[in-house]
């Protein structure tokens, strides 16, 4: 069973990065040590994480960000930086490695797998939806990139986890590129959703169908 906890960002009650980090320590204890899995959800403010192999961004690139309203902070995960914000599901998966990929050092395959069991909820909106694999690791549609991925594996959990773009809005990802792939775009699952009453039902649902996925696949 998968335990799921929902957050959402608003300014009467904010929630942000630092606040699903701190969640996050909080269930990995809770889970320890246990073979119990969890996946915690949030929608968060305009926010850039930067992968774990990001020691440093250059001088310009440091200048251009600090122009943009939105919050620069170091994230756990690999891959290169990446966009959150309203409209988007920040998914953390915390699972026993040796239990999801059956092996005690199967990153690449526990990657794979939950790309896998996001696959079929993308599909539900965008049947053309397919994973790519290398430098475009993530989930994408013919118009760019849906899903991007990017875990850490600590003391046999994994951690971190995924970003699922849902609605589309003036100020999401604001010009940068998804995970720093050059002159890609991003896509969302409710970009022909003409009902903003629709869309926000829609990705309510979201967390539900991902959990549903994860307990049948994973």
Same mark, same amino acid.
């Not at 939950?114 to 993530?138: F, H, N, Q, T």
């Not at 959990?157 to 991003?186: H, K, Q």
């Given at each position: 069973?998968? +335990? /799921?906890?929902?957050?959402?960002?608003?300014?009467?009650?904010?929630?942000?990065?630092?606040?699903?980090?701190?969640?996050?320590?909080? /269930?990995?204890? +809770?889970?320890?040590?246990?073979?119990?899995?969890?996946?915690?959800?949030?929608?968060?403010?305009? &926010?850039?994480?930067?992968? @774990?192999?990001?020691?440093?961004?250059?001088?310009?690139? &440091? @200048?251009?960000?600090?122009?943009? %309203?939105?919050?620069?902070?170091?994230?756990?995960?690999?891959?290169?930086? &990446?966009?959150?914000? %309203?409209?988007?599901?920040?998914?953390?998966?915390?699972?026993?490695?040796?239990?999801?990929?059956?092996?005690?050092?199967?990153?690449?395959?526990?990657?794979?797998?939950?790309?896998?069991?996001?696959?079929?909820?993308?599909?539900?909106?965008?049947?053309?939806?397919?994973?790519?694999?290398?430098?475009?690791?993530?989930?994408?549609?013919?118009?760019?990139?849906?899903? +991007?991925?990017?875990?850490?594996?600590?003391?046999?959990? &994994?951690?971190?986890?995924?970003?699922?773009?849902?609605?589309?809005s003036d100020e999401a990802f604001l010009g940068i590129d998804p995970c720093g792939i050059a002159s890609a775009r991003p896509d969302f699952l409710f970009r022909d959703m003409? +009902?903003?009453?629709?869309?926000?039902?829609?990705?309510?649902?979201? %967390? @539900?169908?991902?959990?549903e996925s994860f307990e049948k696949n994973g």
């Amino acid at each position: 069973m998968w +335990s /799921v906890y929902i957050n959402r960002h608003s300014p009467e009650h904010p929630f942000r990065f630092s606040d699903l980090l701190k969640l996050q320590e909080e /269930v990995l204890l +809770s889970l320890r040590p246990g073979r119990e899995s969890a996946i915690l959800f949030a929608e968060l403010p305009p &926010t850039l994480t930067l992968g @774990a192999r990001q020691i440093h961004l250059g001088d310009s690139r &440091t @200048a251009y960000l600090k122009t943009l %309203p939105i919050e620069v902070v170091a994230g756990e995960r690999g891959g290169n930086e &990446t966009w959150h914000g %309203p409209g988007q599901w920040v998914g953390f998966v915390l699972t026993p490695l040796f239990e999801f990929s059956g092996h005690e050092r199967g990153v690449r395959v526990a990657v794979m797998k939950m790309l896998r069991l996001l696959e079929p909820v993308v599909k539900l909106y965008l049947p053309d939806a397919r994973i790519e694999d290398d430098s475009r690791l993530g989930i994408w549609s013919s118009r760019g990139k849906v899903a +991007s991925i990017g875990i850490k594996i600590r003391d046999g959990y &994994t951690s971190s986890g995924f970003a699922l773009n849902c609605v589309p809005s003036d100020e999401a990802f604001l010009g940068i590129d998804p995970c720093g792939i050059a002159s890609a775009r991003p896509d969302f699952l409710f970009r022909d959703m003409i +009902s903003a009453e629709m869309r926000d039902q829609e990705f309510l649902n979201i %967390p @539900a169908l991902i959990r549903e996925s994860f307990e049948k696949n994973g």
